[in-house]
């Protein structure tokens, strides 16, 4: 074993031994940009909610060695705009997972409006696993949005970084404004070990797209780590 890998177990054995290991750390990544009405913020938010009270979800959950996953919610629009919205919780049943659904309903659109920057969303959520307090091998970056990149610096450079660094970004396409938007998210935003993007035709079917979307990210057990693996749906 080199010294890295080494490093690696020694530092997960010590987070397991405080509770602090989970199958998988994600953050949510809600878009607030121009596009999205308040209707439409509130949709992705009572969406999530949803969600994590479904049972299949809560199922996927409890599969995992762990049976617990660490979850963190961001709202973002243009590069400077990021903001972390609920901060890292660890869910692992139905107790927890209510406590996020509640926080969700409850959740207000705190970052500034503007343009859609995939770069400065996925920048900001890499500091977010840095900051956090749970280990697990799996970092999983879920974006949804109803736009393409259009503000800030250009997705690839720092996708790449995201990839080197061992994370996967999946994406979830909200189609009502670009109905080829799902092309966009597999040629430009998705990437790591079996990272896919789901679709949603509009906002009214985000909350059963982020449903499906969560039961798939969680069960998925990756067997590469290529920038081409995806699923759709």
């Not at 901060?87 to 207000?108: H, K, T, V």
């Not at 909200?174 to 035709?201: C, M, W």
Request: net charge negative.
């Amino acid at each position: 074993m080199s010294l890295a890998a080494a490093l690696v177990l020694a530092e997960l054995q010590s987070a397991n031994a405080q509770g602090r290991t989970v199958d998988l750390r994600l953050v949510l990544a809600i878009d607030c940009s121009y596009s999205v009405d308040d209707s439409e913020y509130t949709q992705q938010a009572l969406g999530l909610a949803a969600a994590f009270l479904d049972p299949e979800v809560l199922r996927a959950i409890g599969m995992g060695p762990n049976r617990a996953i660490a979850v963190s919610v961001m709202q973002w629009s243009h590069f400077q705009s990021p903001l972390m919205a609920i901060p890292w919780m660890r869910i692992d049943g139905p107790d927890s997972a209510a406590r996020l659904a509640e926080r969700l309903e409850n959740m207000q659109r705190i970052t500034e409006e503007g343009g859609t920057s995939y770069s400065g969303a996925i920048r900001f959520a890499m500091g977010l696993f840095d900051a956090g307090p749970y280990q697990s091998r799996r970092k999983v970056i879920d974006i949804s949005s109803d736009g393409r990149n259009n503000n800030g610096a250009e997705i690839g450079p720092i996708r790449q970084l995201a990839l080197l660094k061992g994370f996967t970004i999946n994406g979830l396409a909200i189609l009502n404004e670009h109905p080829t938007l799902d092309y966009y998210f597999r040629q430009q935003v998705i990437g790591g070990a079996g990272s896919f993007v789901i679709k949603a035709e509009n906002y009214v079917d985000y909350a059963d797209a982020i449903r499906r979307k969560l039961i798939k990210e969680i069960t998925l057990v990756p067997i590469a780590r290529a920038e081409t693996d995806f699923f759709d749906g």
